[in-house]
């Protein structure tokens, strides 16, 4: 399985940018899609996740209320909607795949990687 994530930039505080990670290859093989960031001298951190199941969510609470993360499984794509975005939320931001079923939060549960798209938010 490749991922390919994009839909990176350079926003304004409180603004607003959609990252896309689609699937390539064996795309049978995973099931939960995850986005983690990490910034600048900091841990990679996760930041939301959906089931290829039953297309439930998880989100910690630093992004919740603010970041969507939907699927178009025909697509093979995910999206991650960011809005009122925040210069915190600056990183490389990174989308996974599982196969395991169960929604994953954690990066070790984590099978395939893409290569990560920059979001730099400026206040």
């Known amino acids: 399985v490749q991922l390919q994530a994009s839909g990176g930039g350079l926003v304004q505080s409180g603004g607003s940018l959609r990252l896309s990670c689609r699937a390539s290859?064996?795309?049978?093989?995973?099931?939960?899609v995850g986005w983690f960031r990490q910034a600048p001298g900091k841990e990679r951190e996760f930041v939301a996740a959906?089931?290829?199941?039953?297309?439930?969510?998880r989100y910690p609470d630093s992004v919740k209320g603010r970041f969507t993360i939907s699927r178009e499984k025909a697509e093979n794509t995910v999206y991650l909607r960011m809005n009122s975005l925040q210069p915190e939320d600056t990183g490389v931001y990174y989308c996974a795949a599982s196969r395991f079923r169960a929604v994953q939060t954690m990066g070790d549960g984590y099978h395939y990687w893409g290569q990560g798209t920059q979001v730099t938010v400026s206040s």
């Open positions: 959906i089931s290829g199941d039953d297309g439930s969510t």
């Open positions: 290859g064996r795309t049978f093989r995973y099931n939960t």
